[in-house]
T-cell receptor, first 112, second 115 residues
């Protein structure tokens, strides 16, 4: 069965510090993995996606994620946090039927 | 290119009423999916429409239904509203190839409050 686990409901980092948001997947078939960001009172915006072309995926706003099959992980990182990165981040796995299965989300707070 | 639009943005209803939400996809996109977002259950898939046909369905009661028109616009209907239906309803559009790598683009959502 498909499942996505995001470790940590809330992560706080200082401005300029490394951002690391964790995501583990459980899929019996090769996964298609996505990271979305949601700002307050808005919909979801795609940050990046993994489609097996490359294990290191670069996204928008300086974010990247590395797919590690041996660890069943797809953690999201950014070298230097900016105040504008404060938002909620969702990791998701998608079946071939346009059905995104989301993790519970991680709220990122950036401390000035 | 215009993004996904949803109307209305906010809605207040009372228990027992019904509600219809609308979603206009990105031009050229033929698939529309609907999701419910609540603090308790998170983001959950409701259903997906492609070429006016429901192609996939999540685990929601029959009170939740939808349809898609020939121009790919979609509506979602919830009948006999319950307090627990209060949520942000998001729609997403995509080209509709149903490949697992296809990107879904989300609208801003409709926030429904049931009193």
């Amino acid at each position: 069965a498909q499942s996505v686990t995001q470790l940590g409901n809330h992560v706080s980092v200082s401005e300029g510090a490394l951002v690391l948001l964790r995501c583990n997947y459980s899929s019996s078939v090769p996964p298609y993995l996505f990271w979305y960001v949601q700002y307050p009172n808005q919909g979801l915006q795609l940050l990046l996606k993994y489609t097996s072309a490359a294990t290191l995926v670069k996204g928008i706003n300086g974010f990247e994620a590395e797919f590690k099959k041996s660890e069943t992980s797809f953690h999201l990182t950014k070298p230097s946090a900016h105040m504008s990165d404060a938002a909620e981040y969702f990791c998701a796995d998608q079946t071939g039927a346009n059905n995104l299965f989301f993790g519970t989300g991680t709220r990122l707070t950036v401390i000035p | 290119k215009a993004g996904v639009t949803q109307t209305p943005r906010y809605l207040i209803k009372t228990r027992g009423q019904q509600v219809t939400l609308s979603c206009s996809p990105i031009s050229g996109h033929r698939s529309v999916s609907w999701y419910q977002q609540t603090p308790g259950q998170g983001l959950q898939f409701l259903f997906e429409y492609f070429s006016e046909t429901q192609r996939n369905k999540g685990n929601f009661p029959g009170r939740f239904s939808g349809r898609q028109f020939s121009n790919s616009r979609s509506e979602m209907n919830v009948s006999t509203l319950e307090l627990g239906d209060s949520a942000l309803y998001l729609c997403a559009s995509s080209r509709g190839t149903a490949g697992g790598d296809e990107t879904q683009y989300f609208g801003p959502g409709t926030r429904l409050l049931v009193l």
